[in-house]
Nanobody
Framework: QVQLVESGGGLVPAGGSLRLSCAASGRTVSSYVMGWFRQAPGKEREFVAA??????YYTDSVKGRFTISRDNAKGTVYLQMNSLKPEDTAVYYC????????????????WGQGTQVTVSS
């Protein structure tokens, strides 16, 4: 069973930065595809970024602003968020799955509880 715990969310002004962290159990970070999703009030869950052995992938709205990375030794995946906009406000969720296909299907099998990111105008 994979356990994921997000941290690093908070309140930040527009144009600011945050780095989210996701601590994963066991060897999850090194052997699984890792992803970040977000859900704003009244909106459906949205794919943000993923990292696999083939590289990193981003939704168009965050390209050039967000960077996903991982530290296998620490068992942690990160989402560096720069030039934040009010529309980035959402609960951000970490996700993991051992299947490479999830990079395209977005059907991740394991999820964290989420961390709130609020960007003020």
């Amino acid at each position: 069973q994979v356990q994921l715990v997000e941290s690093g969310g908070g309140l930040v002004p527009a144009g600011g930065s945050l780095r989210l962290s996701c601590a994963a159990s066991g060897r999850t970070v090194s052997s699984y595809v890792m992803g970040w999703f977000r859900q704003a009030p009244g909106k459906e869950r949205e794919f943000v970024a993923a990292i696999s052995w083939s590289g990193a992938y981003y939704t168009d709205s965050v390209k050039g602003r967000f960077t996903i990375s991982r530290d296998n030794a620490k068992g942690t995946v990160y989402l560096q968020m720069n030039s934040l906009k009010p529309e980035d406000t959402a609960v951000y969720y970490c996700a993991a799955d051992p299947r490479p296909i999830v990079v395209f299907s977005k059907e991740f099998g394991s999820w964290g509880q989420g961390t709130q990111v609020t960007v003020s105008s």
